[in-house]
């Protein structure tokens, strides 16, 4: 199994930055699928984007295309999700997650997620 610990979160203007990071430890990233998925208040979770466990291919969902960059360490067990442009609308609790799929955007094909990290976008 793998364990997932996210960080970066904070309050941000409208227009802002934030990277987020997810430390993995127990097996190593590198064997997961890795995506970041957010959910806001009365919200479903929903996608946000993955990146193949050879950096190969990397999935995003039509709202942060463009905006947001995930991308893997898998020599340190990391991967981070790059947020540029920040809306009010991407304000939510932001959560990694790792899959045994090779590739997967529904939240069903994940199995292993953290705790969450929340990013609030003033306007």
């Known amino acids: 199994q793998v364990q997932l610990v996210e960080s970066g979160g904070g309050l941000v203007q409208a227009g802002g930055s934030l990277r987020l990071s997810c430390a993995a430890s127990?097996?190593?990233?590198?064997?997961?699928?890795m995506g970041w998925f957010r959910q806001a208040p009365g919200k479903d979770r929903e996608f946000v984007a993955s990146?193949?466990?050879?950096?190969?291919?990397?999935d995003y969902a039509d709202s942060v295309k463009g905006r947001f960059t995930i991308s893997r360490d898998n020599d340190k067990n990391m991967v981070y999700l790059q947020m540029n442009s920040l809306k009010p609308e991407d304000a939510a609790v932001y959560y990694c997650?790792?899959?045994?799929?090779?590739?997967?955007?529904?939240?069903?094909?994940?199995?292993?997620w953290g705790q969450g990290t929340q990013v609030t976008v003033s306007s």
């Open positions: 997650a790792a899959s045994d799929w090779v590739q997967a955007t529904a939240r069903s094909a994940y199995g292993y």
């Open positions: 127990g097996r190593t990233a590198s064997r997961y699928l």
């Open positions: 990146i193949s466990r050879t950096f190969s291919r990397t």
